[in-house]
């Protein structure tokens, strides 16, 4: 009995230590040594349990990858992959340190797979896993943790995700250029086309490539937070760092919170560079940030010393001082010309070159820069003026009397209004600037202050005195005309706390909306009136006095209005759910809308202009249809909003013209926005778009389409002349969908899209489309608004007559 067990006990000690050694890398090593490997089924994991390496399948892909994932999300989040180009095709392969100190991947026949390439060598080698994700090898003794003592680390070679530390850019003393490249797709962690890499100038920027196309670039990056650089301002989630010197040249970034877990991917599918943010409540990924963010982050939309301006119409505006290079073209919004300067610019001669001070636009390209820190503005100037090829300058920070130059060289590219409070000086013809901007005279500026000094001293108090007067005067006056309930500013002060930030709802085009509650507990909305906005008094009057006659189920009710000293406010009906758009473009709230809710969202839109159009005491075209003022009741119920730039037509007038053109751009009926015409056909293209936009949770003006698409109508066209309509169904959609309706509601969204507005149904005949089992007529080819649509043979005299439906008949259809 004895001898059993002394036998027995050996032997499970040696058992125990087998068990001891191969379980080693299952449960928590962090690193690899020279007499170690790691197999397929066995993990390295990080010393605090951050990350994770082993090897995985990317969704249903049988290839097998070297990756590091999040050890503790239970969506398996891949950062990193080794062999991305070279995928395993078994479970049998193994990492390993060899002889020359790299970390080797080999499959069953020992073939090499994957291998780093350091070439610094170390007695006594070992491969570690950081709990910031980096894998690195060191030596063993070497107790140094930074990335100086590092032979190798993964952070050099990144796949398409940036976590916090990493590096975007140029190591210039070894020469390592740190590139972010995308996944093939989901299954396919291989290279993709879609890459962010750091260009290497004096006042370098982040830019995305589509293959060798430009894509995006965030700006220049020294002095990120008033430069433009979209997404690199304050923030409560990261700390960026930018550094530009004669050995690097790199963007970082770090969490400001450790227990927050926050990532940039590249996502080749949709085009994007994202911030995703971890919430542990929901236990999914949120979008953060998108880059590009709209139409305007497009490289170079309106082309050299154009600026593009995402709410305005057209999209493109020449600098002060140029003018289109092809007027042509221009008209035709085909931008790519851009703009050349105005007058006989001649260079370095005294009253015909000057600089023209921009505000309020992110900097152009950087590629042909020049900059130094040791350099006053004054002197910028100057040198800038002795080059004939500077086209610009600026300081390096919004502080100019800090010091610090920058110039451009060549065209300006790529510019787009933001809220920079940098200037940018623009070399121009110096007679377009205004009292010889570039030499003012010393002696005219001293009479022009002195008589403006003497006239303000003369009329200060009787101007100030007879503007109180008639303010006074002309609030009552404008209250007796507006048949609504009048609010003083202390209600609204008191129900708002003031326009307190933490009850603004939102900001619109023309001002901030706020949330407030009356003292009978009553919940209101209250639109204040920005006084910089385009808005006028005869804009606010005209949406009061049709918010008061407008009663409609899907109309927002407005409450009440004040008109007191310099403020003008409309108090609505609170409502909880904010704005369409605030669901269908956000990639988690779009997942709470299905079919039926956003069918009924639909169909309440199209019942709420049938009454404005036929069924109200006026006939009334809205002229600013979208998403953003489509607000949403306690039960999803959709109300038209913003009345701000409605007009109203007589019972038996069908159209209008203008020759002010507001609105919002990628609404806007082409006949409207290229010429001036209105009509309830305007109001029905916007509901078009806005179809298109929920049924497919794409924006119209957005950058993730081909390059054959000018946008959400140009790529929902090409998809059902192809016959795949169905493909532009959001796949948030795919369990709740009714295809038939779906596919019956986007044929219904292309016939409101036609060019001519006489193609177009009415508004009643939508309705009954919607609510019926009729065959719809074939949509010709829509209007892009983009391009140049061809008449079809149209003469002026057919357009003005009201439209019909054309009872062409088709056979039912059937999505692939």
Not at 773 to 800: A, C, D, F, M, V
Request: one cysteine or more; a negative charge; charged letters at 20%.
């Amino acid at each position: 009995m004895n001898h059993t067990k002394m036998t027995i006990f050996p032997a499970m000690v040696i058992v125990s230590m087998l068990l001891l050694l191969f379980s080693k890398f299952s449960y928590g090593a962090d690193t690899i040594t020279q007499s170690e490997s790691l197999s397929d089924g066995s993990t390295l994991i990080s010393k605090e349990g951050t990350f994770e390496l082993g090897f995985f399948n990317p969704g249903n892909s049988p290839n097998r990858y070297v990756g590091i994932w999040y050890k503790n999300i239970p969506v398996k989040t891949v950062v990193w992959v080794a062999n991305r180009d070279n995928p395993i095709k078994d479970n049998s392969s193994k990492l390993m340190i060899d002889k020359q100190g790299n970390l080797v991947l080999l499959n069953s026949n020992q073939s090499l797979i994957w291998s780093t390439n350091t070439t610094k060598k170390a007695s006594t080698p070992i491969v570690q896993l950081l709990d910031n994700g980096n894998l690195v090898i060191r030596d063993e003794n070497d107790t140094e943790t930074d990335e100086e003592s590092f032979l190798w680390q993964s952070f050099d070679y990144p796949t398409d995700t940036l976590l916090p530390e990493m590096k975007l850019g140029w190591d210039k003393k070894t020469g390592i250029h740190r590139i972010f490249t995308a996944w093939k797709n989901w299954e396919d962690p291989s290279s993709g086309d879609f890459v962010s890499s750091m260009s290497l100038s004096d006042n370098p920027e982040d830019v995305l490539w589509k293959g060798s196309t430009e894509f995006y670039r965030t700006g220049p990056m020294i002095g990120t937070t008033d430069s433009g650089a979209y997404g690199m301002k304050a923030n409560p989630i990261f700390n960026s760092e930018v550094v530009s010197n004669e050995d690097e040249a790199y963007f970082s970034y770090t969490l400001k919170n450790k227990s927050v877990i926050s990532i940039v991917v590249l996502n080749q599918t949709s085009l994007l560079l994202q911030r995703l943010v971890w919430i542990p409540q929901s236990r999914k990924w949120s979008n953060y940030l998108n880059l590009p963010h709209d139409t305007c982050d497009g490289y170079n939309v309106c082309g050299p010393y154009g600026k593009c301006v995402i709410d305005s119409s057209p999209l493109c505006q020449c600098l002060d001082g140029f003018k289109p290079k092809s007027p042509q073209q221009w008209s035709t919004m085909n931008w790519a010309d851009g703009c050349v300067r105005n007058g006989n610019w001649s260079c370095g001669v005294k009253g015909r070159d000057g600089f023209f001070k921009v505000t309020g636009v992110k900097f152009p390209d950087t590629t042909n820069t020049w900059a130094s820190a040791n350099m006053t503005l004054d002197d910028c100037k100057l040198k800038c003026l002795q080059n004939c090829s500077c086209t610009a300058y600026s300081g390096l920070t919004s502080n100019e009397d800090s010091g610090g130059c920058s110039m451009w060289f060549n065209d300006l590219k790529d510019l787009r209004d933001s809220d920079s409070m940098r200037n940018l000086y623009v070399r121009i013809d110096a007679s377009n600037i205004g009292a010889k901007h570039g030499y003012p005279k010393l002696a005219i500026l001293v009479v022009s202050i002195i008589v403006f000094a003497v006239i303000v001293m003369l009329l200060t108090l009787y101007i100030y005195r007879k503007k109180i007067k008639y303010k006074e005067d002309n609030n009552e006056d404008d209250r007796n005309d507006l048949d609504l309930p009048f609010f003083d500013l202390a209600t609204i002060h008191k129900a708002t706390d003031y326009f307190a930030d933490d009850n603004k709802l939102g900001e619109g085009g023309f001002g901030p909306v706020y949330k407030g509650k009356l003292q009978d507990g009553q919940e209101i909305a209250v639109k204040r009136l920005s006084r910089s906005s385009g808005q006028g008094l005869k804009e606010f009057k005209n949406e009061v006095i049709l918010c008061s006659k407008l009663q409609h189920r899907n109309l927002v009710k407005i409450i009440g209005y004040c008109i007191e000293k310099d403020e003008k406010m409309l108090v609505y009906e609170y409502m909880p759910n904010t704005s369409l758009d605030s669901f269908i473009f956000d990639p988690i709230q779009s997942k709470l809308l299905d079919w039926s809710m956003r069918f009924n969202i639909l169909f309440g839109i199209a019942r709420g202009l049938l009454y404005l159009h036929q069924d109200s005491r006026l006939r009334i075209v809205h002229r600013d249809l979208k998403a953003s003022n489509i607000l949403l009741d306690n039960d999803m119920q959709p109300k038209i909003s913003d009345f701000g730039l409605a007009k109203m037509c007589g019972d038996d007038q069908m159209e209008g013209e203008t020759s002010r053109i507001v609105g919002t751009y990628g609404y806007m009926a082409p006949e409207y926005a290229i010429d001036g015409l209105f009509s309830i056909k305007s109001d029905v293209f916007s509901f078009g778009v806005l179809l298109l936009e929920l049924i497919s949770g794409k924006k119209n003006r957005t950058l993730n389409y081909s390059q054959d698409d000018h946008n959400l109508i140009g790529h929902a066209w090409r998809l059902w002349k192809e016959g795949t309509i169905h493909t532009l169904i959001d796949d948030n959609l795919k369990d709740t969908c009714i295809l038939y309706e779906a596919l019956r509601c986007i044929q219904i969204g292309l016939l409101c899209l036609q060019h001519h507005p006489d193609n177009r149904p009415s508004m009643t005949s939508v309705v009954v489309m919607l609510n019926g089992n009729n065959i719809l007529p074939l949509p010709h080819e829509p209007s892009y608004l983009l391009k140049t649509i061809t008449s079809e043979g149209e003469t002026s005299s057919e357009r003005q007559r009201s439209s019909s439906i054309n009872n062409v008949t088709i056979s039912q259809l059937n999505a692939r």
